[in-house]
Antibody, heavy 121, light 110 residues
Framework: EVQLVESGGGVVRPGGSLRLSCAASGFTFDDYGMSWVRQAPGKGLEWVSGINWNGGSTGYADSVKGRFTISRDNAKNSLYLQMNSLRAEDTALYHC??????????????WGQGTTVTVSS | QSALTQPRSVSGSPGQSVTISCTGTSSDVGGYNYVSWYQQHPGKAPKLMIYDVSKRPSGVPDRFSGSKSGNTASLTISGLQAEDEADYYCCSYAGSYTFVFGGGTKLTVL
């Protein structure tokens, strides 16, 4: 079964850090680009960051650029999101998602259930 | 990276057709044939319904179709069914390895 399982969410104070992980299974992980997409409570989807199949190309939303870092370990079938300098507005459910292509341009066909990040003092 | 513009809500009766628009710019929707659409039921993860503007993943009914003209993409759902009631989001590649989503549209089946 093709599956993505996120972990690493939690409650953190403003200015703090968290590292999210996404474990992939059931498919050849390094054949696909990957993204992180978040959804604040009661709000819409927001693309956060993406990475191509070998980690050679990455992209970030303006709202997180300079604070978040995406990476992947193809040997471990895992995707990561290092989040620093967290703000209240980063509070959301964070999904990892698989793109249809190696270069995460075409659309996201497999989604995890998400991990919740709450930034609060 | 401004969000794509979608109507906040649309509605239709069972059996009817509805169209959801998604307006961007020449830097995203108009510049690439990489528009995708997602369906999200409450408390569930999004589901890919359309990719590459008009292609349907395996398992998505052919009642769902996508198109694009200039800077505006559209999702049309024909033969509305009760289970189509959900939130729908468009998404476009926006260059430089970035994506942008629309604000979402709530579809109500009357």
């Amino acid at each position: 079964e093709v599956q993505l399982v996120e972990s690493g969410g939690g409650v953190v104070r403003p200015g703090g850090s968290l590292r999210l992980s996404c474990a992939a299974s059931g498919f050849t992980f390094d054949d696909y680009g990957m993204s992180w997409v978040r959804q604040a409570p009661g709000k819409g989807l927001e693309w956060v960051s993406g990475i191509n199949w070998n980690g050679g190309s990455t992209g970030y939303a303006d709202s997180v650029k300079g604070r978040f870092t995406i990476s992947r370990d193809n040997a471990k079938n895992s995707l990561y999101l290092q989040m620093n300098s967290l703000r209240a507005e980063d509070t959301a459910l964070y999904h990892c998602a698989r793109d249809l292509s190696r270069y995460y341009k075409r659309g996201m066909d497999v989604w995890g259930q998400g991990t919740t990040v709450t930034v609060s003092s | 990276q401004s969000a794509l513009t979608q109507p906040r809500s649309v509605s239709g009766s069972p059996g009817q057709s509805v169209t959801i628009s998604c307006t961007g710019t020449s830097s995203d929707v108009g510049g690439y044939n990489y528009v995708s659409w997602y369906q999200q039921h409450p408390g569930k993860a999004p589901k890919l319904m359309i990719y590459d503007v008009s292609k349907r993943p395996s398992g998505v009914p052919d009642r769902f179709s996508g198109s694009k003209s200039g800077n505006t993409a559209s999702l049309t759902i024909s033969g509305l069914q009760a289970e189509d009631e959900a939130d729908y989001y468009c998404c476009s590649y926006a260059g430089s390895y970035t994506f942008v989503f629309g604000g979402g549209t709530k579809l109500t089946v009357l």
